[in-house]
């Protein structure tokens, strides 16, 4: 039983298109975030809800856009694709705000 | 700005012996840390996590120390295994107000038989 999931796992599509990640959590959690792993590995959060609502929004061009359905799930819809888009991008679920966090599998995004 | 560093991108240890990796963070506001485990093509797995107002914290064969005015902290494996092997995120965050995690940029750790 997967805990946190993403979809699609790979994503390659070209500049200028707009792409969806979805995420999805079956552990009950009320707190998801996204993060993106860069060129260089760092992970840096992008964006949490908590209960829905957003708590942390990052510095993140507003061409990235979250979007939580419910407390399940948390999307991530990019606009416009750029070069500089490419990366690992994470989803991840916590309990709370203050809790650990259980991450998903990874979406590898390619722009070119 | 790199609030969190790993400044050793890999460790070699040979199996059964000890596994020290290091991290260095910049921002004294921080005040709970995490290790992750990543393999391969998944997510950071959560390891252990300690609180500023420990110095140490053991789950069987991981402990994490803690040097608040050093700004340190470092995991021990010990003894290590084969499946040890992975990429290990060390990640702070500051209780006050919502929780972001400032992650390291991780350290490969290779266990040989």
């Known amino acids: 039983d997967t805990a946190v999931s993403q979809t699609p796992k790979y994503l390659v599509t070209q500049m200028g298109n707009d792409k969806s990640i979805k995420c999805e959590q079956n552990l009950g959690h009320d707190t998801m975030y996204w993060y993106k792993q860069d060129s260089k590995k760092f992970l840096k959060i992008m964006f949490s809800y908590n209960n829905k609502e957003l708590i942390i929004n990052e510095t993140v061009p507003n061409r990235f856009s979250p979007k939580s359905p419910d407390k399940a799930h948390l999307n991530l819809h990019i606009n416009s694709l750029e070069l500089g888009d490419s990366a690992v991008y994470f989803c991840?679920?916590?309990?709370?705000?203050?809790?650990?966090?259980?991450f998903g599998p990874g979406t590898r995004l390619t722009v070119t | 700005d790199q609030q969190v560093k790993q400044n050793s991108p890999s460790l070699s240890v040979q199996e059964g012996r000890i596994s020290i990796l290091n991290c260095d963070y910049t921002n004294s506001m921080f005040d709970y840390f995490l290790w992750y485990k990543k393999y391969p093509a998944e997510g950071p797995t959560f390891l252990i996590s300690?609180?500023?107002?420990?110095d140490k914290n053991e789950d069987g064969r991981f402990t994490v120390f803690l040097n608040k005015s050093a700004k340190h902290l470092s995991l021990h494996i010990v003894p290590s295994q084969p499946g040890d092997s992975a990429v290990y995120f060390c990640?702070?965050?500051?209780?006050?107000?919502?929780?972001?995690?400032?992650f390291g940029q991780g350290t490969r750790l290779t266990i040989n038989p």
């Open positions: 990640a702070a965050s500051a209780l006050q107000g919502a929780q972001k995690l400032v």
């Open positions: 300690i609180s500023s107002i420990k």
């Open positions: 991840a679920s916590a309990q709370g705000p203050w809790n650990e966090q259980y």
